[in-house]
């Protein structure tokens, strides 16, 4: 073999060193990665272990919860069905009672399922601040009292008369925070503490209870997480009330925030903007005994393929004078309408068959503006489908249905005044209000609007109210007329007070 060949084959020992090297690092890089892919697993399984656990607790809790009401409600039906010598206004009591909780237990989930969703619709309600702040101390204070627990309300700088919020959502999150605030102090105080000023509300809640563990104080915002102390978990609940109510204030631009001496107390911080309005425009809960109303008998037809829902309504609206049509499904239920030409329309959204959308829409093409439609739905989220190119329907009315907003309903779209032996006579119907003149450079944000309330987006009408109000202050005359249409869910109205400022553009 020549020298050439045998330098050929020779190799150098620092090329081969440093490739060794390079396989060495790949080899413990991936050594790495392998490490870190495995740390990752293992805590991804742990996530999943934790969430499981949490849910499977919830699943008993909430069974549990479920189970109470029922057992009552079943109960006393079958003591009133086989005539037994209890009181029957004392089982309609506790029946309601029960009922109520099965509906608070079964909103609080839709609301954590909203919320994950996209989904949570907040209202513009106008609030008299004062007294729905005294109704909710009035709610605890015997409460606390009761447990031997001294209550505190105290309420510093002037409160507007009127506020716009979501009155239900504030509601909600107040009694989330006095419930455990209360549940959770065995002696010495709850605080309930309100300061406004320049629209900033500043309520906070301090208890001198429990307190949170620090391990616990992240925790107990997730759903379905009550935290690990021993007299937590003896409460009844199901984990759900702080997670809700730190989504409600961060949906409505609040912020919560809380401290906590574990064994000493805990004090819950909420902040929110109330926007101040001077003139109310809608009214409290109504405490007037309706019997009738004014005038000729009005027509309703009733579309559910429930025949109990059906029975409800009847005997919700008949004993009030209105005479009552009722159908299974939509086909009857056009049928109906066709023969006996109804004002008014009470109609389920989800039917076998044809749906409640396109029953609405069938009766508007129809009958136009002679008919008055109520969407009755058991889905809230059926009402962000409402959208199909224009206003089929009226007003929204979830259930389970309250018999004072039902009536409200039905007395607004048929402009009825009621009887009983304590409702103020009715005044006149308000005229209606003058036209106004707005400049052509409103146009772009009227359509919009009309957009907006096309395809039922509440949020985006609000905004565009909103928009209009302060870029045109020609607008101030319909603005009460659009917040009030608003507030009540009547998209026609909102629709038609549209209309009127579109035609006064010039």
């Known amino acids: 073999m020549s020298s050439d060949q045998t330098a050929d084959h020779t190799v150098d020992p620092a090329a081969e060193t440093a490739q060794l090297r390079a396989r060495i690092a790949q080899l413990e890089a991936q050594a790495a990665q392998q490490a870190l892919d495995l740390e990752d697993m293992a805590r991804a399984r742990e996530t999943a272990e934790a969430a499981s656990a949490a849910k499977s607790r919830y699943l008993a809790s909430v069974s549990h919860e479920i189970r109470s009401p029922l057992n009552s409600i079943y109960g006393y039906a079958q003591l009133l069905e086989r005539g037994h010598h209890i009181a029957p206004a004392e089982a309609a ?75 239900k959502r504030l509601r909600q999150i107040l009694i989330n925070l006095l419930s455990n605030a209360v549940k959770f102090t065995r002696a010495g105080h709850v605080a309930f503490k309100v300061h406004f000023r320049a629209s900033l509300v500043t309520i906070s809640i301090e208890d001198s209870g429990i307190g949170i563990a620090p391990e616990d104080r992240e925790r107990i915002f997730a759903p379905f997480e009550r935290g690990n102390q021993p007299e937590v978990n003896a409460q009844r609940g199901i984990g759900l009330g702080l997670a809700i109510t730190q ?70 609206l008949g004993p009030l004078g209105f005479v009552i049509h009722s159908a299974l499904d939509g086909t009857s239920g056009l049928a109906l309408a066709d023969i006996y030409r109804p004002e008014l329309v009470l109609l389920d959204i989800t039917m076998p068959g044809m749906k409640g959308w396109e029953v609405a829409r069938r009766l508007r093409e129809k009958f136009g503006a002679d008919i008055r439609i109520v969407m009755v739905s058991a889905d809230a989220h059926e009402f962000q489908r409402a959208g199909s190119g224009f206003v089929a ?8 249905i309250e018999l004072n907003a039902l009536v409200d309903a039905v007395g607004g779209l048929l402009r009825l005044r009621w009887q009983g032996p304590n409702v103020e006579p009715a005044e006149p119907p308000a005229p209606a209000p003058d036209a106004i003149s707005l400049p052509a450079e409103a146009s772009p944000l009227l359509a919009q609007l009309e957009r907006d309330i096309r395809i039922g987006h509440l949020r985006a009408v609000e905004k565009s109210i909103r928009d209009l109000s302060e870029q045109f202050p020609q607008s101030a005359p319909i603005i009460p007329r659009l917040h009030a249409c608003l507030d009540r869910v009547d998209l026609s109205g909102l629709a038609a007070a549209v209309r009127q400022a579109q035609q006064g553009t010039t």
């Open 93 to 167: 009591r506790i029946i309601r009672r029960s009922a109520e909780h099965l509906t608070n237990l079964v909103e609080g989930l839709l609301d954590i399922s909203h919320v994950e969703s996209g989904v949570l619709r907040i209202s513009n309600d106008t609030v008299r601040i004062a007294p729905f702040l005294d109704q909710i101390a009035n709610m605890f204070r015997p409460q606390a009292s009761a447990r031997g627990i001294e209550f505190i309300y105290d309420s510093q700088g002037t409160l507007p008369e009127f506020v716009r919020t979501d009155q």
């Open 393 to 400: 329907h009226d007003q929204f009315l979830l259930k389970p």
């Open 247 to 316: 989504a409600l204030v961060r949906i409505m631009g609040g912020d919560l925030s809380m401290e906590s001496v574990q064994g000493k107390g805990t004090t819950f911080t909420l902040k929110l903007m109330l926007g101040q309005v001077n003139v109310p425009t809608q009214d409290g809960p109504r405490t007037e005994t309706i019997t009738g109303y004014e005038g000729r008998a009005r027509s309703i037809l009733c579309i559910d393929d429930d025949a109990n829902q059906l029975a409800l309504l009847r005997g919700l």
